[in-house]
T-cell receptor, first 116, second 114 residues
């Protein structure tokens, strides 16, 4: 079984600063995918970034980067130059690769508040 | 391109009534997922389909819940009879087979059972 742990229920960051949201995972699969989603107060789930377990380079998408440390089983999200619009819930999730099962397993989320 | 479409966006019903949630996946996607989000349990899978065939329904709470996908562009999640504990946000998501297989979510249906 897979498990995602997000230990930070809430985070504060000043506008224009960088912030790291922590995510650790547990799986016995050799192949898996890691994802981050953003859920603003309006409720939709917005895909941010993906990292495959065999990808050697950390994924980046604009101001988002994923700090992937396979040996530590961590997949932290780094948001650079925070903006007020980044205030939201952030979910780390994973899919197994070995079993062929496609469903996402989610963490409990981190609520990020960007302060002006 | 249109994203995942869900209807209704909000539903308020009384205990014992039948509720039907609808989803139109992104065109060309061959996987469709139903998730439920509650404060107590977070985001959890209910069921997913591949090419209209149910693959994993282990998350469906009980016989009161059923899901169908009659064609590649439409799926329903039905609750009959509904109970107050079914109150939640129900998300539909779709993805395309391949590397990464990112799931794109619909806006969700916020269900309140009184």
């Amino acid at each position: 079984a897979q498990k995602i742990t997000q230990t930070q229920p809430g985070m504060f960051v000043q506008e224009k600063e960088a912030v790291t949201l922590d995510c650790t995972y547990d799986t016995s699969d050799q192949s898996y995918g890691l994802f981050w989603y953003k859920q603003p107060s309006s409720g939709e789930m917005i895909f941010l970034i993906y990292q495959g377990s065999y990808d050697e380079q950390n994924a980046t998408e604009g101001r988002y980067s994923l700090n992937f440390q396979k040996a530590r089983k961590s997949a932290n999200l780094v948001i650079s130059a925070s903006q007020l619009g980044d205030s939201a819930m952030y979910f780390c999730a994973m899919t197994p690769g070995d079993t062929g099962r496609r469903a996402l397993t989610f963490g409990s989320g981190t609520r990020l508040q960007v302060q002006p | 391109d249109a994203g995942v479409i869900q209807s209704p966006r909000h539903e308020v019903t009384e205990m014992g009534q039948e509720v039907t949630l609808r989803c139109k996946p992104i065109s060309g996607h061959d996987y469709l997922f139903w998730y439920r989000q509650t404060m107590m349990r977070g985001l959890e899978l209910l069921i997913y389909f591949n090419n209209n065939v149910p693959i994993d329904d282990s998350g469906m709470p009980e016989d009161r819940f059923s899901a169908k996908m009659p064609n590649a562009s439409f799926s329903t999640l039905k609750i009959q009879p509904s109970e107050p504990r079914d109150s939640a946000v129900y998300f539909c998501a779709s993805s395309e087979y391949g590397v990464g297989e990112t799931q794109y979510f619909g806006p969700g249906t916020r269900l309140l059972v009184l």
